[in-house]
């Protein structure tokens, strides 16, 4: 049986670029009705149009996850839009931030680095569960990406941040198991995005390891949109209501937990097992 998200509220943060995007007309694909969530307005009218020309239902909402007020104000925007609040999070706001060796790092720069890739995250999470929580029933999505799992020398701001949403998940998904809300982190698998040109434009900051990937992540386009939608919905579909907490990679056997039950150790930020 295949997923159904027709007429489904799904807001997706991020949404102007990058994996937010390529998710966000995933989902309209499907029939769900999409808010757009991100600070460029030229790259969510983008977005919104390519979305509106496959036919697809969408609303597109200038915000900075940083704040929380307006992000309080966009879910209440969406609300009253589609008349119904949001059943579906997806957070894929990220940012990379200034790479090279931490110890020459300007502290100013944290700052933002970690406002958007984990306050974001709390924001828009703080934002949703209200209405969830009365509802008894939602599902939250958070991109953690690479970072969160290998060590990752001159990207350690941004590596900690994406490790901070995995055990965020997991805490998270703990305090909503009786209200039957499920939330999980996804590993997208190297991307072709933005952050792929500004690790290839820091060059030897970067190290050789992360500038090889980058090339190869260029030339191939990386992970394929298609497996990291297919993952996406599942988890945001009631064939995943068993599963919770974890951790999941499109590069996973994920599709093992269709039909069965997850190990307690399995997916959990350390990761000690695969399937």
């Not at 939602?138 to 995995?166: D, E, Q, W």
Request: glycine content about 10%.
């Amino acid at each position: 049986m295949q997923p159904t998200f027709k007429g489904v509220p799904v807001l997706v943060t991020g949404a102007g670029r990058g994996i937010g995007k390529r998710l966000a007309i995933g989902f309209a694909t499907q029939g769900a009705r999409v808010a757009l969530l991100a600070r460029s307005k030229a790259e969510l009218d983008l977005c919104h149009l390519e979305i509106e020309h496959g036919g697809g239902n969408a609303l597109r909402i200038r915000t900075d996850v940083g704040d929380y007020e307006q992000v309080a104000a966009a879910v209440e925007r969406m609300r009253v839009h589609f008349g119904a609040a949001v059943q579906v999070l997806v957070c894929a706001a990220g940012t990379l931030g200034p790479v090279g060796p931490f110890a020459e790092s300007n502290p100013k720069h944290w700052d933002e680095l970690i406002r958007t890739n984990l306050c974001g995250v709390l924001n828009a999470c703080r934002a949703v569960l209200p209405t969830m929580i009365e509802r008894r029933s939602g599902k939250i999505i958070l991109i953690a990406g690479g970072g969160a799992t290998p060590a990752r020398p001159n990207f350690a701001v941004y590596s900690a941040t994406k490790t901070a949403l995995v055990r965020f998940a997991e805490s998270l998904a703990e305090e909503l198991a009786d209200h039957n809300i499920q939330v999980n982190c996804v590993n997208p698998g190297g991307t072709y995005t933005h952050m792929t040109d500004q690790i290839l434009a820091a060059g030897e900051r970067a190290g050789w390891r992360e500038v090889e990937a980058a090339r190869q992540i260029r030339l191939t386009g990386g992970a394929v949109a298609s497996k990291q939608i297919e993952l996406a919905l599942f988890l945001a579909s009631t064939l995943s209501n068993h599963i919770t907490g974890r951790f999941i990679s499109v590069e996973d056997d994920w599709k093992k937990l269709r039909d069965s039950s997850v190990s307690p150790d399995l997916f959990r930020l350390r990761r000690t097992q695969r399937v």
